[in-house]
C-alpha cells in the first residue's frame, strides 16, 4: 500500500486541488484512482478532473469550511483501503502508418536516424497507459513512449490535423479524435472513432486503461473505417 | 417557434452547461455571463437552467413565428421590438410575427434572449449548450428554426422587470483567488499581478482572454492538471490567459489566479482594449 504525502489546496470558491509528488508514474495513477474511487463513494460532487498527479474534485457550492472538508479528505486517505485493483481494459488500436496518413514520419525518421520500420516497431511495441482524456473530447494521454522515439513538438504547430491522426509529442503520444489545430508529429491514421457523442460512452476507454496500436494495411484502413461508418467493427479489447 | 433572420457575429443557444464530463475531456460550455441569464430565466419564472440565445456583439434579428414572452439581458444594443425600442430586463411580450432586433452597443457585449419555457434544441450530455464535435449545430445560422418550450411554462411571477446593478458591466475589477501556482510567483510578481491595470487583447472569445501585457514569467510548466472556467494561466512567454467557459479540462500552464464566479460573468461582459485588474479575496 503506497501513502504518498497529498498535498491539499483551495482552487477558487468551489474546487479543491490533490496533488500528488511530480512526476508521471504508474503507481501514482493508481493511488489516485484508488482515492478518486475512495471520495466518489463518500462525496457527491459535481466533478473531478484527474490529472498526471493530481485531481480536482469540484463542489456543487461554495466551500466555507474548507479546512474541515480537507480534514475530511486527509483522513480518508489515511484510511483507505488501497490498491484494490481497477477494472481495467485493454484495447487493441488499429493503426495505418502509410505515408498517405504519416505525413511527418520522414522528417522524423531523418532526424532520429531510424527506419520508418523502426519507428512503426517501437511505436507498436509498446503497451500505453490512459493517464487521463484531456486537450479535447476523447484525447486519450497516453504514457510509455519507447524513448528512441521521443521527438519535440513541432515549432509551428498545423492549423489542421485530420481526424484520426496518430502523433508523437516529446515523449508523449496521443490520437486527435477530431479535426483540430495541433504540434505533434503524424506518423499515422487510425480508423477507429474515439469520440462518437451518439453512443451511450462517447468514449470507449477510460483513465487507467491500457493500449497498444496495431500496423494495419491501407486496404485494411479502408474497410475498418466503413465497418465503423455501419457501426459493425468490434473493438478488440481484453479485459 | 423563432426564426434567425441574421445571427450577427456568433450567437449560440447556450445553459448552464456539461459540468460533470472531465473524465472524456468535455469542457463545462456554458452562457459566458450566466448572471444576466438567472436574471432572464427568472423574471420569466423559467427554470434557471432553461436554455437561451446568446449573441456576442449584436446584429441579429429574430422573427417571432408565435407569440412568445421574452426578457433581454446582458449586453445592452439598444433592443427594438418592431422598430419600437424596448427595455432591457423586462418581461416583454411578442405578438406572433413580431421582429426583435438590435442596434448601438450601450454596455457589455454578450446579449441574453431568454424565451418563456426556454429554447427547445437537442440535449447532449445533460445540456443544449453549443460546442463544437458535441451539438450537431455549433453557430446560429440564417434561417435556423429555433423551438421553444413555452408550452410547458405559465408566467406567475409577480415582477416583470429589475433595475440591475450597473457595476456588473462598468466595473474593472475582476475578483479571484490565489490560483494554485501563485505562491510560486516572487513578491515583486504577486505586487504586479494583483497592483497591474492589464489590457484584454483582441485575442478573447469564449474559450479563453489573452492579456496583452508581459508579465516576467520564470515558472516551468506544471505536469498536465485540472484546470476550470476563470483559472488564469500564464504562458512560457509571459502571457496571461484567463481561460472561460468553452476552455479545455486540463492545461500544463502555471494557474496563478482563480476568478470568482461573479469575476467570470464580469469578464465575459468585456471586449478587446478593456481594462481590468485583479483584486484578491
Known amino acids: ?239 | 417557434m423563432i426564426t434567425v433572420l441574421n445571427p450577427g457575429i456568433y450567437s449560440t443557444i447556450q445553459d448552464l452547461g456539461r459540468p460533470s464530463f472531465a473524465n472524456i475531456g468535455v469542457p463545462i460550455s456554458g452562457a459566458m455571463d450566466s448572471y444576466s441569464v438567472k436574471i432572464g430565466n427568472q423574471l420569466l419564472n423559467n427554470n434557471l437552467k432553461d436554455a437561451v440565445i446568446e449573441i456576442t456583439f449584436g446584429g441579429c434579428k429574430f422573427k417571432f413565428e408565435e407569440a412568445l414572452k421574452i426578457c433581454v439581458t446582458g449586453a445592452n444594443f439598444s433592443p427594438t421590438i418592431d422598430d419600437k425600442e424596448v427595455q432591457m430586463n423586462s418581461v416583454l411580450e411578442v405578438k406572433k410575427g413580431g421582429i426583435l432586433s438590435f442596434g448601438k452597443r450601450i454596455t457589455g457585449i454578450r446579449t441574453y434572449v431568454c424565451i418563456q419555457g426556454g429554447v427547445s434544441s437537442e440535449v447532449l450530455l445533460n445540456s443544449k449548450s453549443f460546442y463544437k464535435g458535441i451539438t450537431t449545430s455549433y453557430i446560429l445560422k440564417k434561417g435556423d428554426q429555433l423551438k421553444t418550450d413555452s408550452a410547458k411554462s405559465v408566467n406567475k411571477s409577480t415582477l416583470s422587470k429589475i433595475k440591475i446593478d450597473e457595476h456588473h458591466f462598468k466595473t474593472t475589477f475582476i475578483k479571484c483567488f490565489k490560483g494554485p501556482e501563485f505562491e510560486l510567483l516572487s513578491k515583486d510578481q504577486k505586487e504586479q499581478l494583483i497592483g497591474t491595470q492589464f489590457t484584454i487583447s483582441n485575442d478573447n472569445n469564449r474559450v479563453g482572454y489573452r492579456l496583452e501585457e508581459i508579465f516576467e514569467n520564470q515558472l516551468n510548466p506544471i505536469l498536465t492538471s485540472g484546470v476550470l472556467p476563470g483559472t488564469a494561466q500564464i504562458t512560457p512567454s509571459g502571457k496571461i490567459i484567463v481561460l472561460m467557459r468553452d476552455c479545455q479540462v486540463t492545461g500544463g500552464y502555471p494557474r496563478i489566479l482563480q476568478l470568482t464566479e461573479e469575476g467570470i460573468n464580469i469578464l465575459a461582459q468585456k471586449t478587446t482594449n478593456d481594462t481590468i485588474q485583479f483584486v484578491l479575496q
Open chain 1, 1 to 239: 500500500m503506497h501513502n504518498f504525502k497529498l498535498s491539499y489546496k483551495l482552487f477558487g470558491e468551489r474546487a479543491i486541488l490533490i496533488e500528488w509528488p511530480s512526476e508521471i508514474s504508474e503507481i501514482i495513477l493508481t493511488d489516485i484512482l484508488d482515492f478518486k474511487n475512495e471520495i466518489e463513494n463518500q462525496l457527491k460532487l459535481k466533478d473531478c478532473i484527474v490529472g498526471y498527479n493530481s485531481i480536482v474534485l469540484v463542489y456543487d457550492f461554495v466551500i466555507v469550511n474548507s479546512i474541515t472538508k480537507i480534514d475530511f479528505l486527509k483522513e480518508l486517505y489515511q484510511n483507505k483501503k488501497g490498491l484494490q485493483k481497477q477494472k481495467s481494459t485493454h484495447w487493441k488500436i488499429p493503426v495505418c502508418y502509410d505515408a498517405t496518413f504519416g505525413i511527418d514520419l520522414e522528417d522524423i525518421s531523418k532526424e532520429l536516424e531510424l527506419s520508418s520500420e523502426e519507428i512503426i516497431y517501437f511505436h507498436t511495441k509498446a503497451a500505453y497507459t490512459v493517464y487521463f482524456i484531456g486537450f479535447l473530447p476523447g484525447f486519450l494521454y497516453l504514457g510509455g513512449l519507447h524513448e528512441q522515439i521521443a521527438i519535440p513538438r513541432k515549432a509551428t504547430p498545423r492549423l489542421i490535423v485530420p481526424k484520426g491522426s496518430v502523433a508523437i509529442g516529446g515523449n508523449q503520444t496521443g490520437i486527435y479524435p477530431n479535426e483540430s489545430s495541433g504540434g505533434w508529429n503524424i506518423i499515422g491514421n487510425s480508423p477507429m472513432s474515439f469520440f462518437d457523442i451518439q453512443n451511450q460512452y462517447p468514449c470507449f476507454a477510460k483513465t487507467g486503461d491500457t493500449i497498444t496500436f496495431e500496423s494495419v494495411s491501407l486496404e485494411e484502413f479502408i474497410s475498418i473505417k466503413n465497418q465503423v461508418k455501419s457501426n459493425s467493427y468490434q473493438i478488440q479489447k481484453i479485459q
